[in-house]
């Protein structure tokens, strides 16, 4: 970033000075120093609170809480991704068993038309029963079985 702020549209660079500090960059990083040890060697350690080359009100916990904040955006991302996966699913899961109910309402009551079918599975999605009505609706509606009743 220090060499591209610093040369001109021509790709020359007019300050020797700044030549002078490039060249010592390019050698150290030929003598297998990283990026910012090489920097760090050429201008010394960062002033306190400063970040070099980001300007003049960016600091080292500003661009720490950045970095935070961009891992959670992605962690959110990545969680309504999955919610929406698992929505997906699971309308479909509703769309097989609403067929199976249908299927299974017409094997028993032949005579009953799509129509009323589909207001009866209307009417049961628009009131949510408990599970304890649910139970005792469905033994009363069981006819009692002929011959013994043990079993």
Not at 6 to 14: A, D, L, Q, S
Not at 16 to 34: A, F, R, V
Not at 85 to 92: A, G
Not at 126 to 142: K, T
Request: charged share 30%.
């Amino acid at each position: 970033m220090f060499v591209a702020t610093r040369t001109n549209k021509k790709g020359e660079i007019p300050d020797s000075g700044t030549q002078e500090k490039i060249e010592h960059l390019k050698d150290l990083k030929e003598t297998g120093y990283n990026d910012e040890d090489a920097f760090e060697a050429v201008f010394g350690k960062e002033p306190h609170g400063r970040v070099r080359c980001y300007g003049r009100s960016v600091t080292k916990s500003s661009l720490k809480r950045e970095k935070q904040i961009q891992q959670i955006q992605q962690q959110h991302r990545e969680e309504v991704a999955t919610m929406e996966k698992k929505q997906e699913n699971l309308t479909c899961e509703v769309r097989g068993l609403r067929s199976l109910v249908k299927v299974l309402f017409q094997q028993a009551n032949p005579d009953m038309s799509e129509q009323q079918l589909q207001v009866m599975i209307e009417a049961a999605q628009q009131s949510a029963p408990d599970v304890n009505s649910v139970q005792n609706d469905v033994r009363q509606s069981i006819p009692p079985l002929s011959g013994s009743s043990h079993i």
